[in-house]
């Protein structure tokens, strides 16, 4: 709906604008969503919920610290940029710095309700209360207008940053009654923060290098071509996105339980969990395979319009990828909720350097097309890299066979 009521223009601008933004929440988290899932995880297993309320304080004041910072030199870039960027993007970039703080807050609470095993009410935030307000903001605001009409991208970015911030609220009322019960965390001993220092540095650098790899091909198409082919190549890489929706859904669930399992040395448990998701990701994968195997074209003009049928190549080459990705099924979680966060971060930089250079490489000559295989090769790389390191080092095994 929004890609109809932007145009493809107006939607790539939105979504160029939106992929950097994203980009620059990730120094605001630095890497607390992930210390925290951890951490928490660790001290709900061991029954000793005093500590955890210690690890969330800990995580908002760098939170606080990093979003200020962020905000700051990302609005700086962005007004010194006017002049470079056209007008819409220079609105709707501006706009958006407002959703830095709010997406590092999300997911720091939502961190904290994983690693309280409240996987589905830490979902609901991100994938039901956000896109939910944001359609009906959106669609309250335009609700008058005729059909077919255009609107400014900055329209959408401003309702993004009011469903955001509905999001924050809410899963903020959440975790007040999750935490009602807990004792007064102990003071937090320096020893104990510099080790949450220590390990959320790498893992601010996994996240960020994984936001790069996932945005660097919208980025440098909004970059090398116009804004007509981002929005395209938006639409159909989200169409692309639904064969791992069940790697997303599982890696969610198994989080705390790989951390629980590997510090508890239950290594054939740990086996076992790995072998019946890496086999349900697959297995969830292989029907939206099909389906855009058989009817990606029809499918894209559908749901986005004929203006967007000019991707349906670029869908097939990323669909390929993302069942790449779902074939090696939950690796790089297992890697960073066991302590190997540094190994996967550089499978992560490997990839990220393959990305890029096949991206400059053949975005100028094949533009869409070109950013999709650049995206399935380096997906094919990262996979692969981590997989070794899981065989090599943890002796396990997480694949489909």
């Known amino acids: 709906m929004f890609a109809r009521m932007l145009g493809t223009a107006g939607y790539g601008v939105y979504s160029f604008s939106l992929a950097v933004i994203t980009i620059c929440s990730i120094p605001a988290q630095a890497g607390a969503p992930q210390v925290v899932v951890r951490e928490t995880a660790k001290a709900n297993r061991a029954d000793i919920p ?7 304080k800990w995580a908002n004041r ?3 610290l990093f979003t200020t910072i962020t905000i700051f030199f990302t609005s700086l870039a962005i007004i010194a940029l006017k002049d470079i960027i056209s007008p819409a993007r220079f609105t709707t970039l501006l706009f958006g710095v407002s959703l830095i703080p709010l997406i590092a807050f999300i997911n720091v609470k939502a961190a904290a309700l994983r690693g309280l095993s409240s996987v589905v009410l830490a979902q609901l935030p991100d994938s039901i209360i956000r896109p939910l307000s944001l359609l009906l903001i959106f669609t309250g605001g335009t609700f008058l ?3 077919g009409r255009t609107f400014p991208p900055v329209y959408l970015m401003l309702a993004h940053t009011l469903a955001a911030a509905a999001s924050l609220t809410f899963i903020f009322l ?9 004792s007064p965390s102990p003071p937090l001993l320096r020893k104990t923060r510099d080790s949450w220092n220590k390990a959320a540095l790498p893992l601010a650098f996994i996240s960020a290098f994984m936001l790069v790899n996932k945005q660097t091909d919208l980025i440098l198409l909004g970059l090398l071509r116009d804004d007509h082919e981002v929005g395209v190549y938006k639409a159909v890489f989200q169409i692309a996105f639904l064969v791992i929706f069940g790697l997303q859904a599982v890696n969610q669930i198994i989080k ?19 072998t019946l998701s890496s086999r349900t990701i697959f297995l969830l994968a292989t029907p939206p395979v099909l389906a855009i195997f058989f009817y990606g074209p029809a499918i894209i003009t559908t749901v986005f319009g004929s203006g967007f049928a000019t ?7 990323l669909v390929f990828g993302q069942l790449i990705n779902a074939y090696f099924g939950p690796i790089d979680t297992l890697l960073n909720m066991t302590g190997y966060e540094k190994e996967s971060l550089k499978a992560l930089s490997l990839a990220i350097l393959c990305n890029l250079s096949l991206n400059f490489l053949l975005i100028p000559s094949f533009g869409i097309q070109g ?5 399935t090769i380096s ?3 990262w996979n692969l890299s981590l997989w070794y390191v899981a065989r090599t080092k943890l002796k396990l095994k997480a694949s489909f066979f």
Not at 174 to 182: A, G
Not at 256 to 274: D, S, V
Not at 371 to 375: P, V
Request: proline share 4%; glycine share 2%; hydrophobic share 50%.
């Open 50 to 56: 005093r500590e955890i309320p210690s690890v969330w």
């Open 62 to 64: 760098n939170v606080l």
């Open 145 to 147: 207008a005729s059909y």
């Open 174 to 182: 959440i975790l007040k009654v999750k935490v009602s019960h807990f």
């Open 256 to 274: 705390p339980y790989l951390a629980t399992l590997y510090y508890e040395n239950r290594k054939a448990e740990l086996q076992r969990l790995l």
């Open 311 to 317: 991707g349906s190549e670029a869908l097939y080459i």
């Open 371 to 375: 950013a999709a295989a650049a995206t």
């Open 379 to 381: 997906l094919f790389i």
